[in-house]
């Protein structure tokens, strides 16, 4: 049953290209492959920034303007409208 053979993997193509016609096949491959790429990115990205010393992170901000929103449970930065801080996952309703 988990082995798939010729005529199955004819059939799925053959419904792929039912679905999106021959001429977007490109642009659906192109698009992706970009959404890959960008993931991959930012996976390294996040990874990158959690292999950094933590030193900077740990230190509270000393002057908060008022259109500047922080999260009392690390301190980072974020925005306004954030219902969670998405460094520690933290619930800033709590907080309030």
Excluded: Y
Excluded at 16 to 24: A, E, H, N, P, S
Excluded at 38 to 67: I, L, Q, V
């Amino acid at each position: 049953m988990g082995n798939i053979r010729g005529l199955e993997i004819a059939l799925i193509v053959l419904a792929i290209i039912l679905i999106f016609g021959v001429g977007k096949l490109g642009q659906v491959g192109g698009s992706l492959g970009k959404s890959i790429r960008e993931f991959r990115r930012e996976k390294d990205k996040k990874d990158d920034s959690e292999a950094a010393p933590t030193d900077a992170k740990s230190e509270k901000p000393a002057a908060k303007s008022s259109k500047e929103k922080f999260c009392p449970g690390c301190g980072n930065k974020i925005s306004a409208n954030a219902k969670f801080c998405m460094e520690c996952g933290a619930n800033l309703g709590d907080f309030s």
